[in-house]
Structures are given as C-alpha cells and as structure tokens.
C-alpha cells in the first residue's frame, strides 16, 4: 500500500471521516426512533428529518466554553478522550465494509476487540483523571460491564472460527453462510451467538437495561458527569464511533452478507443499521436493571453462557 493511499483511507474511508458520519448518522437515526417510541418528536429542523442534529451537537460543544473541576489533570483527560476515539476510528479500518479491506489479516477480530477495549479504558482514565467523585464512580461502573462484555465477546469468537476456521473479518463475513450450509450441526450455535451478541452489543451501548454508569441522580451523566465544552464533544464522539465500530463487528462476524463492492457497503451498513435500531427498541422498552442485577447477569449468565457455546461450537466444528 502506498503512502498516499494509507493516509486516504485512514482519514477518509474507511477510516475517521467515514465512521464519524456513519456515527453521527445513527445516533440522528436512534434519537429518532426513541422519541416516536416515547411520544415525542425528536430532532427535527437541523438538516433533512433533524438528521445532522448530532454533528451540530458536536459543533456546539467544541464551542462552547470548558468548565473543568479544579481537581483535573488539564493535559491526561484531554489526551485519553482523543486516544479513545483514535482508537475506535483505528478499529474501523478492519471492517469489512464493502466485502474485503486493505488492512485485513489473520486475527484482526481479536485486534478489533482489544482496540474496543482500549478505547473503552481510556474514557474511564479520562474520566478518573477529571479526579471528580462523580465521574469516577461512573467510570467504575463502565470499567465492571467492560470486563465481563469483552471476556464473552472474545468467547464468542470461536462460534465463526468454528463455522468458517478463520479469525479474519473479512474471510468470516465471505465464508459464513456457505460454512454454515456445509455445516448445519452448527446453526442452532450460530443461533445462540447471534442472539447473545446482541445483548454484549445492549452492554456495550450503555442503555436500558444495562445503563449503570449514570444509575443515580447525582451521577446522572456517567463518565461524563463534570464534563462540559470541548471534553465533552470528544466523549460524546468517542463513544458514538466506539458503539457503532461493535455494531458493524458484532454484524460482520454473525450475519455477515455475503456481498462485495458497492452492493456489499449498502448490505453491511442497511444490516448493522437494523442492529443499532433494534437495541434502540429493547433500550426503549426495558427498564435499568439495579446494579446487583447487572452483575448477577453479567458474570452469573453471559459469561458462563458465552463459555459453554464457545465449547459447543469448537466441539461441533471438530
């Protein structure tokens, strides 16, 4: 790859630029749906059907003048929360968003996740480095959902190894469904990994039911709690680009279409569009669980859960 090229796509497509607008356009797309569920209106006057509402959102922010606590680190917060979205936007040059990627290897999934991870632990250091009780405490709580989302999430990856013997995006999303043809022994797990990693997609979001980082009044913003102006604009952003990079790998890994080219982009964005949609709708319709409860779920049920299918599915694709 050339360096001309390297650069394009890095901060193009399918790199920042790309990720951020498709971001911003799902959350546009999500604020949406949640008012018309809740009776209400949503945004509606900033660009075609309220949809560039989010990007002017982020304008606003950036500015908007930056009251932080005296307490804060003026160098590490802003740091961590332009790291955090790096790191999101980073992952996202490994989708495969039109059926292949120049930056593509073998066991890029795992490198997807812990890019995840990262851009996860660094909102929370961002947030603790604020040195604000609030936002701390916030952060814990998104620091106990992260750990046990991405130890069932990496279990999950043995459901497509198992059907298609790869560990790289782009060869997972070609092979899946002709795997799982040639090997229907392992449909009733693909089954089960679908529906599981919907609900590590629901944790990883942040919403109803799992919606513990602000679960109180006085800490009703999360990690964000004392965050205002431009530190605000980049959590914001950093954790939109975070979400929609584990939507579209969460739908690149289990319902994969097998496209490419322009026909490929339209399906994987219409497919991880009806992801991101359908979490709006179980947020919308659940109530937040308490914290025990989160727990109780998280390390009693998903954990053990995503364990057994790993062991089932590698037994079944022996």
Same mark, same amino acid.
């Given at each position: 790859?050339?360096?001309?090229?390297?650069?394009?796509?890095?901060?193009?497509?399918?790199?920042?630029?790309?990720?951020?607008?498709?971001?911003?356009?799902?959350?546009?797309?999500?604020?949406?749906?949640?008012?018309?569920?809740?009776?209400?209106?949503?945004?509606?006057?900033?660009?075609?059907?309220?949809?560039?509402?989010?990007?002017?959102?982020?304008?606003?922010?950036?500015?908007?003048?930056?009251?932080?606590?005296?307490?804060?680190?003026?160098?590490?917060?802003?740091?961590?929360?332009?790291?955090?979205?790096?790191?999101?936007?980073?992952?996202?040059?490994?989708?495969?968003?039109?059926?292949?990627?120049?930056?593509?290897?073998?066991?890029?999934?795992?490198?997807?996740?812990?890019?995840?991870?990262?851009?996860?632990?660094?909102?929370?250091? =961002?947030? +603790?480095?604020?040195? %604000?009780? #609030?936002?701390?405490?916030?952060?814990?709580? *998104? @620091? $106990? &959902? /992260? !750990?046990?989302?991405?130890?069932?999430?990496?279990?999950?990856?043995?459901?497509?190894?198992?059907?298609?013997?790869?560990?790289?995006?782009?060869?997972?999303?070609?092979?899946?469904?002709?795997?799982?043809?040639?090997?229907?022994?392992?449909?009733?797990?693909?089954?089960?990994?679908?529906?599981?990693?919907?609900?590590?997609?629901?944790?990883?979001?942040?919403?109803?039911?799992?919606?513990?980082?602000?679960?109180?009044?006085?800490?009703?913003?999360?990690?964000?709690?004392?965050?205002?102006?431009?530190?605000?604009?980049?959590?914001?952003?950093?954790?939109?680009?975070?979400?929609?990079? =584990?939507? +579209?790998?969460?739908? %690149?890994? #289990?319902?994969?279409?097998?496209?490419?080219? *322009? @026909? $490929? &982009? /339209? !399906?994987?964005?219409?497919?991880?569009?009806?992801?991101?949609?359908?979490?709006?709708?179980?947020?919308?319709?659940?109530?937040?669980?308490?914290?025990?409860?989160?727990?109780?779920?998280?390390?009693?049920?998903?954990?053990?859960?995503?364990?057994?299918?790993?062991?089932?599915?590698?037994?079944?694709?022996?």
């Amino acid at each position: 790859m050339s360096l001309p090229q390297l650069v394009v796509e890095s901060t193009v497509y399918p790199g920042l630029t790309f990720v951020v607008a498709l971001a911003l356009f799902l959350e546009a797309a999500e604020r949406k749906l949640a008012a018309r569920l809740q009776n209400r209106i949503g945004p509606s006057y900033t660009g075609l059907w309220g949809l560039l509402q989010p990007l002017f959102d982020i304008l606003k922010l950036l500015g908007k003048e930056d009251l932080a606590p005296r307490s804060q680190d003026p160098v590490a917060t802003p740091v961590m929360l332009v790291l955090s979205l790096g790191f999101a936007a980073f992952a996202s040059l490994f989708i495969p968003w039109n059926g292949a990627t120049s930056f593509s290897f073998y066991g890029d999934t795992i490198l997807v996740s812990v890019c995840l991870v990262l851009s996860t632990g660094l909102l929370y250091l =961002a947030a +603790y480095s604020t040195h %604000s009780p #609030f936002n701390v405490v916030g952060g814990l709580r *998104l @620091l $106990g &959902l /992260l !750990a046990s989302y991405e130890v069932a999430l990496l279990s999950l990856l043995a459901v497509p190894y198992a059907a298609t013997g790869s560990l790289e995006l782009a060869e997972i999303r070609s092979k899946l469904w002709s795997s799982l043809a040639s090997k229907p022994i392992l449909i009733p797990v693909w089954l089960a990994g679908l529906l599981l990693g919907f609900f590590l997609i629901l944790i990883e979001s942040g919403r109803n039911p799992f919606s513990i980082a602000e679960a109180e009044t006085e800490i009703a913003g999360g990690v964000v709690a004392d965050m205002s102006g431009r530190r605000l604009a980049f959590a914001h952003l950093a954790h939109s680009v975070q979400s929609t990079v =584990a939507v +579209y790998y969460y739908t %690149s890994m #289990f319902i994969a279409p097998p496209l490419s080219g *322009l @026909l $490929g &982009l /339209l !399906a994987l964005l219409a497919a991880g569009a009806a992801v991101a949609l359908a979490v709006v709708l179980v947020a919308a319709a659940s109530p937040r669980l308490r914290l025990i409860d989160v727990g109780e779920a998280s390390w009693g049920i998903i954990v053990p859960a995503s364990f057994f299918l790993a062991a089932v599915a590698l037994a079944a694709g022996w």
